[in-house]
């Protein structure tokens, strides 16, 4: 017979009456010394304080309670819970490991470990998990969308619609099972049949945020933009703290041409983020730098870096934006520098970095920078600008070589016809000047310098 302080505590905790339940649940595990009943008080004292987020406490209680019984499998399924809450995935599958190992048909404790193994992104034993939780017809229908969820992630997106339609025969209103289905639609292009499984599962639970924000997610995708943020709202305002939410939101204004809105979106996503919104931040500080705000835009960017420093993206924007500050030219190389180590084939960080370098009269490593921008990628602006300092540096030859490179890859370029010209003068093939100053001016013939430098070779 259960303890009727036991009882009342449940009652309690069911009613969200959190600090009766507390009380009552404390009361009996004081006033026993059955060892029986303090682990069924210790049990819904651990609960209670779970509920109240306290989860040190938590965690301290369902320990003590393991030694009271033989087969604590209940404190060990708690405890894992516990860890999977505080985002301990490993300790959490420890314990449940220890649950299942006192009774081996816990389909709840696989159900768990599996969502474990899920978020450790260990999908195969996450799967296997799944199907071990078979035999419990209560939570079989969960257990089979959670095997399609682990196949969707994984891009097997027919055998995630498999096991989302074996889900959906058992129950037909499970709305987890119709949003995985409608995301592993999407993916494989059929937007019409993914926009239904969002529709079904919006009318089922019309307070399902997740399904509003996945269907204005893929409308988004597809640029129905109007219909796109109706979907969005829907979903903040079912639940505004959701971050990705926020985000889509902040694209979409964008998209719109609200750069306000897109701003107020994006502050939201990085406020209701439990970590560093790394790509809110980046959306939100390229926007500063549209407004003319390069103060604002740094302190997002390093917000970034300081978090992950291992994206060259962000040091690029973050050097861009430095750029715009009086005396933060050696900022600006360092943070440039670091986007070159990262991503040294990104045309964008080679051309940024070396105009820095040239500013500052740094030529050989402007020159060193250009040349191996080169060699990964091959980009006509970086080979002109390659090619002025090699005519700089009198190393006339290299310079028509790469201008010949340049305008194979883009022959309207007339700056470079220009630079190949004077390298050819410089090497005294007089004809090979005229002809390249003639292209030029074929181009430019508004150019009266270039015109009468044509004229003095007799032309």
Not at 235 to 242: F, L, N, P, T
Not at 372 to 388: F, I, K, N, Q, S
Not at 391 to 397: A, C, P, V, W
Request: hydrophobic fraction near 40%.
């Amino acid at each position: 017979m259960t303890d009727p302080l036991i009882l009342k505590g449940y009652r309690a905790l069911r009613r969200k009456d959190l600090r009766s339940a507390h009380n009552y649940f404390l009361a009996a595990e004081k006033q026993t010394s059955d060892d029986n009943v303090k682990y069924q008080a210790l049990i819904g004292l651990g609960l209670t304080l779970k509920e109240l987020g306290q989860y040190e406490k938590c965690v301290e209680v369902f320990k003590r309670s393991v030694d009271l019984v033989p087969s604590p499998k209940e404190a060990f399924f708690n405890l894992g819970n516990v860890y999977e809450e505080m985002g301990d995935h490993a300790l959490a599958i420890q314990n449940y490991d220890l649950a299942i190992a006192i009774d081996a048909n816990m389909h709840e404790a696989h159900l768990n470990r599996g969502v474990a193994w899920y978020n450790l992104e260990k999908h195969e034993q996450s799967i296997n998990d799944f199907k071990n939780s078979y035999p419990s017809e209560r939570i079989r229908s969960l257990c089979l969308s959670n095997i399609g969820i682990a196949h969707l992630d994984r891009k097997r997106y027919e055998k995630a619609i498999d096991f989302f339609d074996r889900s959906l025969e058992i129950d037909p209103e499970n709305i987890h099972a119709l949003c995985g289905k409608g995301l592993a639609l999407y993916a494989m292009d059929q937007y019409d049949e993914s926009m239904i499984c969002f529709d079904a599962a919006i009318s089922i639970k019309d307070d399902f945020y997740l399904a509003h924000y996945y269907k204005g997610h893929i409308l988004n995708g597809l640029d129905l933009l109007e219909d796109a943020e109706e979907s969005i709202l829907n979903a903040v305002s079912i639940r505004e703290e959701y971050p990705l939410a926020w985000f889509e939101l902040g694209q979409i204004k964008k998209m719109k041409n609200d750069v306000n809105g897109a701003l107020k979106a994006y502050e939201k996503a990085v406020r209701y983020h439990e970590d560093v919104f790394e790509e809110a931040l980046f959306q939100r500080g390229k926007l500063h730098m549209e407004l003319g705000q390069p103060e604002k835009a740094v302190k997002d960017f390093k917000k970034i870096c300081k978090n992950n420093p291992h994206v060259g993206r962000v040091w690029l924007e973050l050097g861009k934006a430095l750029l715009k500050l009086d005396g933060k030219e050696n900022a600006a190389e360092k943070a440039l520098n670091n986007a070159y180590l990262l991503i040294p084939s990104d045309v964008d960080v080679v051309k940024t970095y070396s105009r820095l370098l040239l500013k500052k009269g740094n030529t050989e490593k402007a020159f060193k920078v250009l040349k191996e921008g080169m060699e990964r990628t091959p980009d006509p602006r970086v080979g002109l600008m390659l090619a002025a300092i090699q005519k700089d540096l009198s190393n006339h030859s290299d310079a028509v070589i790469t201008c010949e490179e340049v305008l194979n890859m883009e022959p309207g370029l007339t700056e470079a016809w220009l630079l190949m010209g004077r390298s050819y003068g410089a090497l005294g093939k007089v004809e090979e000047y005229k002809q390249c100053l003639r292209q030029y001016l074929h181009k430019k013939p508004e150019d009266n310098l270039v015109r009468r430098e044509l004229s003095a070779l007799g032309e």
